[in-house]
């Protein structure tokens, strides 16, 4: 169950340190991505801890599900920003950094004496990325934003409420928050790539907004990508209310019919393929797209009438994708999931044996995945601020002083 702590010098980001100021999800998620590609992640929060620390279930103080699964592989200092000290030894810590992400607003890190200006005369080859709900050079820089209100905004709760004939609803994922996530950890190793051959860092802000409507709009803009409009916005299949897990006999089944191919097998299959030659509709993509609401009515209607176990046997007699609808239980029994050792378990040193998701991408050489578990709040203090040249007495003197936080946990093979 324990596995040997594995060298931070071993990823691909090795040699990479990332001062993580952000808190909740969308900046801790990213840079936790980091951190498992071999950067050394530093996560600075305030002396009481990220906020999303104190969201349950959890075993110990400070150390929720959300938090533990957005901060593997970091190290933790406590430091109270605010305060004039706190913000000196930031600033010392700025000066050997790579990275420096944040999801506070903009104006906010200005307060703190912490822009972008400044942390580029501290470090020039810095890269400063903030993450925010809305790009800064429109009317809604300073607005807040929350995963809800971006898919708000962002038409995923319009198009929710087409697809089901209902009130607008959101999907249950931090959807806006991960999309964020993933794009600034793009960017931050496009940069460093630029960084090689510039020399230079540079700011990159990251606006949730405007990366959601990216990923709503590439599938929906529809007809109205063309001026004059082709129709209206939206892709009929993605919305068509019959596209969903169909039910059987005996439970439910998702299957994917899609291609010319994958519908003129099935017919054969179930023994209809006369019936396919004459109902035209079913003879293209582009005809099926025109009919997809009655399509999906008749297919649901066809699985209805046997088991799940029958359609499985069908669907992969004639080649047509299938999956089965796991629920999140059933989710960790996949057989394929326990083959790769997807959710494997894991001793944490204070919280006890933990089950976390493993990285889902595989490398030749330097497989991404975390050197450390997530941290309790100031876990690290000692050891990044001796790095950076603090001395015992200097160290000694903020945490008296309040501005630094410290956690002491028991030595454990990770």
Not at 246 to 263: E, K, L, N, S, V
Request: charged share 25%; with cysteine.
């Amino acid at each position: 169950m324990n596995q040997k702590t594995k060298n931070p010098g071993d990823g691909p980001l090795a040699g990479v340190r990332v001062l993580d100021l952000s808190a909740v999800i969308s900046g801790p998620f990213a840079g936790q991505m980091l951190a498992e590609l071999g950067a050394d992640v530093v996560k600075i929060e305030p002396p009481d801890g990220d906020s999303q620390r104190r969201i349950g279930p959890a075993r110990g103080e400070g150390m929720g599900h959300i938090y533990m699964n957005s901060n593997r592989g970091k190290r933790a200092l406590g430091l109270d920003l605010k305060k004039p000290a706190g913000r000196a030894v930031l600033l010392r810590l700025a000066r050997t950094a790579d990275v420096l992400l944040y999801n506070m607003r903009a104006r906010a890190m200005e307060r703190l004496g912490l822009s972008h200006a400044v942390l580029a005369e501290t470090n020039p080859r810095l890269i400063f990325v903030g993450l925010f709900g809305f790009g800064q050079d429109g009317p809604y820089a300073d607005k807040p934003a929350y995963d809800d209100l971006i898919q708000s905004a962002a038409g995923v709760a319009h198009i929710m409420s087409r697809k089901l004939s209902s009130a607008p609803q959101y999907v249950p994922l931090a959807l806006a928050d991960r999309n964020a996530s993933f794009n600034a950890a793009l960017a931050i190793c496009a940069a460093l790539y630029e960084r090689e051959r510039s020399g230079l860092g540079q700011r990159i802000d990251i606006p949730m907004f405007e990366n959601t409507v990216s990923m709503v709009m590439a599938d929906h803009l529809g007809g109205l990508s063309f001026e004059p409009a082709l129709g209206e916005g939206g892709y009929a299949r993605l919305l068509a209310a019959g596209r969903k897990p169909y039910r059987t006999q005996d439970g439910y089944i998702a299957a994917m019919p899609f291609t010319d191919r994958h519908w003129r097998r099935l017919y054969e299959v179930i023994g209809r393929a006369d019936d396919f030659e004459r109902d035209t509709r079913l003879h293209t993509m582009q005809s099926r797209n025109q009919h997809v609401d009655a399509i999906y009515a008749e297919f649901e209607q066809l699985l209805a009438g046997r088991p799940s176990a029958h359609w499985l046997r069908v669907f992969e007699e004639a080649d047509v994708p299938n999956m089965p609808v796991h629920d999140l239980h059933s989710l960790l029994e996949d057989e394929h999931l326990r083959a790769v050792n997807f959710f494997p378990k894991e001793s944490h040193p204070s919280e006890g044996v933990l089950r976390r998701t493993r990285h889902p991408n595989h490398w030749s050489r330097t497989p991404p995945q975390p050197t450390r578990p997530a941290p309790r709040v100031g876990e690290h203090s000692d050891e990044v601020l001796r790095e950076a040249g603090f001395d015992a007495a200097e160290i000694a003197a903020l945490v008296q002083d309040g501005i630094v936080a410290q956690a002491r946990m028991p030595e454990a093979q990770w």
